[in-house]
C-alpha cells in the first residue's frame, strides 16, 4: 500500500502534519499552540507556517487574545480555496458528484442517471466528462484539484483498484475503475466501498465526540457502514456491510431477490417494484436488469403512496419493517447508540421511514436505554462527499487511513 | 474511568512503558532496542531497568549479538512469576478459573458447576473460597497477585461494574458483581462481557499478523466478540455480540427460546434439550432455569450423538446449520476473514461442528476467496484467559483498554 506516497507534493512530513492540524482548527489556531499540538519545534513550526502561508495553503486571519495570560496570538486558518477534491459516487441508477474545498465543503453537486450501465467504458468516459464540467462549473484552476474519489459498489479490490464483481452490475467483472478513471481524467484516483465512503463522510459531517454508529446506506442495493469508536471500519478485505442477505421476515414468499425473506428483498428499490408488480399495482413490464426504469418505477411507488394509495404504502411499511428487523440485528450485534440512513433513494423514502422506523425498531434491540435513528445529517451526496474526503485524507493527513494512488 | 489508575503502584509512567516494551518482546530485549522502541532517552532507560530488576520484575538472561556489527547487549525478560492475575468466567452453568502469570501462561485452571444460580451472593461466595484455593495451590505470595478479572454474561454496566439483567441468569437484576467480588475477596477486581473477554483471550494467543475475526461463544448463551485491524471492538456500551436474535432457519417452530429459527432456538444448549424432548428423545422432565441441570443434560445428548444414535446426530446437525447461517450473516456485515469457536459448551461439540461448518459456511459468504473457520486456540478457559489478561493490562500497560478499578 503507498500510503502517503506523495506527501512530497506538499512538501515534507512535518509540513504535513502542521499542516494537517491547522486544517483541524477551524476556529483557527496560533503557532504556540501548534508548537504544543505537533511537538515540533517553535523554529519548525515558524519555518513551515511561512512556507505553507507563501503557498497560500493557510492564511493569517487576526489576532486573538488567548484565553490565558499573555499577548494576542495570529490565528492560522487553511484558505479553503487552496486545493480542492472531486467525489463521484457510482450507483447502477445514479452518479452522483461532488466538489470539495479544503475545509470539506460543498462547492459543486450534481446527479445524473448512470448512461448505459451494462457498458463500463460508457460508464467512465460519462464520470470523465461530467468531472470535468464540474470542475469548469468550479471556475477552479485544475492544478488545484488534488484528486477524484470514487465510491463503488462492493465487492472491490482496493489494493488492485478493481471492482470484482457487484451483482447489481450486470457484465461488470474485474473492471479496473481506477486506471480507468485515472487515464480518462487525468487525475490521481482512489476508490472505496460505498458504504464505507459513506460512514467517512458522516463521521466528517457529525463532528466531536466518540461515535459509535452503523450507517444503512440504500440505494438500489442495501448495506451498512460501521463507525465503532469514530473509527471507520472497513474488514480484512475493505468489503464490509454486506447486509443484504439478513433475514427479516420469515414468511415472506421468494421473489428471486436475494433469500426468501431477506433486507435485499423486503427494502431494495427493484424488490418493492416486483412485489409491487406481483399485486398488480404495477401492470409495466420493467426488466430487472435496467436499474434506471427500475428508478424510475420505483420513484414513481413512492409518489403514489405519499398521494395516499394504501396499497403502495403499505409497500413502504412493510420495507421500514425489514429495515427495523435488519437494522436491530446490527444494532444488537455491534452495541451501536446511532443509526443514520441514507443514499440515493433515501430521500424518496425517508418522511415515511423516519416516522415508523424508530418504533419498530426499539423492541427489537437488546438492553439499549439510548438509540438515535435518524437520516444523514449530510444528504444524499453522503458517499461522494466522503469519497472527496478520502482524497484530502490521503494528501493531507500525516496517517492516511486509506489507501493506493494510481 | 480510572484509567491506570493504579500505575503508582508500578512507579511512574515511563516504568510502565519499559515494562510494557519488555513484556512485549518475549525473545527478550536489549537496552539500546528500548530506548529505540520508547523514545526514552538512554539515561531514562538505565535508570527504569535498574529499579525493575531491583524489584524483580525484570531478569538479565544474558549478552546476545546484535544483527548487526556490535558488542554483544545484554537480554531483559520480564520475570513471569513476578506478578500474577486471577481470571473468572461466570457462566450460568460453569464458572471457570484462571491465574496466569506475568507472561499470560496459565499456572492454575479449575471448572466448576456453578452453585445456586439463583443466588447472586452463593455465587460470590463460592468464587471467592475458589480464588482462595487457586492461589494457596499456585504457591503464589497473594501480594503477587495484580487482581481479578471477571467475564460475565451482558448485559453490562463496566462503569458501576454491574451485571444488568442476564436473561440467563433469573433474579439477577443489576447485581454489582465487581465491588461484591472486591469485599469478598480483597482482590482489586475488573469486569467484562464474556464475549469480548473470550475475544482477548483468543487475540492475545494467536499473535502475530493483522487479525479480523468474529469470536463466537457458545456457552448457555451464545454471542460474539468481534477483533476488527487487531482491535478487541467493545461497542457504544461495552456491550457487543448479541447475536442470540439473528433468524438462522425460518421454516423452524417457536420453542419459547428466543424468535422462533433465531440462532438462540437452534444453538443454546438449552434449546437442544427442548428440541431433543419435543422429538422425545428425552423424556425427562428438566426445568429451563435450571442451567446445571440443562448442562447435564446437553452433555448426554452429545455423548449419545457421538455413540452414534442418529437423531442425536441430527440435532447438532441442526446446530450447525444454525451456526453457519449466524456466522454468515456476521462474515458478511463484517468482512472478518475468520471466525472461531469456543466457550464452556464448545469442547462437547467441536469435532462435529468443525467437520460440518466449514462447507456450510462458505456458500453463504460473499465474495471471501479465504475464511479460516476454526475452535479456540486458548480452548475453554478462553474468557477467564481474557478476563485476566485485563488485569495485566490494566496495570501493566501504558494505554490499558479497559477499565475501573474497585
Not at 20 to 38: F, K, M, Q
Not at 198 to 211: D, N, S, Y
Not at 217 to 225: E, P, R, T
Not at 284 to 289: K, L
Request: hydrophobic share 45%; net charge neutral.
Amino acid at each position: 500500500m503507498a500510503r502517503g506516497s506523495n506527501l512530497s507534493r506538499l512538501g515534507d512530513f512535518n509540513q504535513v502534519v502542521v499542516l494537517d492540524a491547522i486544517r483541524r482548527a477551524p476556529a483557527g489556531i496560533s503557532r504556540v499552540e501548534l508548537v504544543a499540538e505537533t511537538g515540533l519545534t517553535a523554529q519548525t513550526v515558524s519555518n513551515i507556517v511561512r512556507r505553507l502561508i507563501h503557498e497560500e495553503f493557510v492564511a493569517e486571519t487576526g489576532r486573538v487574545k488567548p484565553t490565558t495570560r499573555g499577548k494576542p496570538r495570529m490565528q492560522l486558518r487553511v484558505r479553503a480555496s487552496a486545493r480542492y477534491a472531486v467525489g463521484v459516487h457510482v450507483d447502477p441508477a445514479t452518479l452522483t458528484y461532488v466538489l470539495i474545498d479544503l475545509e470539506g465543503r460543498v462547492r459543486q453537486y450534481v446527479r445524473r442517471h448512470t448512461p448505459d450501465v451494462g457498458r463500463p467504458d460508457q460508464v467512465v468516459a460519462a464520470i470523465a466528462a461530467e468531472v470535468e464540467r464540474l470542475i469548469d462549473a468550479a471556475g477552479v484552476d485544475r492544478g488545484a484539484i488534488l484528486g477524484l474519489g470514487v465510491a463503488a459498489p462492493g465487492p472491490i479490490d482496493i489494493d488492485e483498484g478493481v471492482l470484482i464483481k457487484p451483482p447489481q452490475l450486470a457484465g461488470w467483472e474485474r473492471v479496473r475503475l481506477r486506471a480507468d478513471l485515472h487515464r480518462a481524467t487525468g487525475l490521481h484516483v482512489l476508490m472505496d466501498k460505498d458504504v464505507t465512503a459513506a460512514a467517512t463522510g458522516e463521521r466528517w459531517a457529525l463532528g466531536g465526540a466518540r461515535h459509535h454508529f452503523v450507517f444503512c446506506y440504500l440505494g438500489s442495493g442495501v448495506g451498512a457502514g460501521v463507525v465503532m469508536d469514530d473509527v471507520v471500519l472497513r474488514g480484512a478485505s475493505n468489503n464490509i456491510g454486506e447486509i443484504g442477505n439478513i433475514i427479516v421476515d420469515p414468511s415472506a414468499p421468494d421473489i428471486g431477490i436475494g433469500p426468501a425473506g431477506s433486507l435485499a428483498s423486503t427494502c431494495m428499490p427493484q424488490a418493492l417494484v416486483v412485489h409491487a408488480q406481483r399485486r398488480g399495482l404495477i401492470t409495466d413490464e420493467v426488466s430487472r436488469s435496467d436499474f434506471v426504469a427500475l428508478d424510475d418505477a420505483f420513484t414513481r411507488l413512492c409518489e403514489r403512496a405519499y398521494a395516499g394509495e394504501a396499497e403502495c404504502l403499505r409497500l413502504l411499511d412493510e420495507a421500514s419493517a425489514g429495515l427495523a428487523a435488519g437494522l436491530a440485528v446490527l444494532v444488537n450485534a455491534l452495541d451501536v447508540d446511532r443509526v443514520v440512513l441514507g443514499g440515493p433513494i433515501w430521500s424518496r423514502i425517508s418522511s415515511h421511514v423516519l416516522a415508523v422506523l424508530p418504533d419498530a425498531i426499539r423492541p427489537r434491540v437488546n438492553a439499549r436505554s439510548t438509540l438515535a435513528v435518524e437520516g444523514s445529517a449530510v444528504g444524499e451526496h453522503v458517499a461522494a462527499q466522503g469519497a472527496a474526503a478520502l482524497i484530502l485524507d490521503h494528501y493531507l493527513s500525516p496517517h492516511p487511513t486509506v489507501l493506493v494512488v494510481e
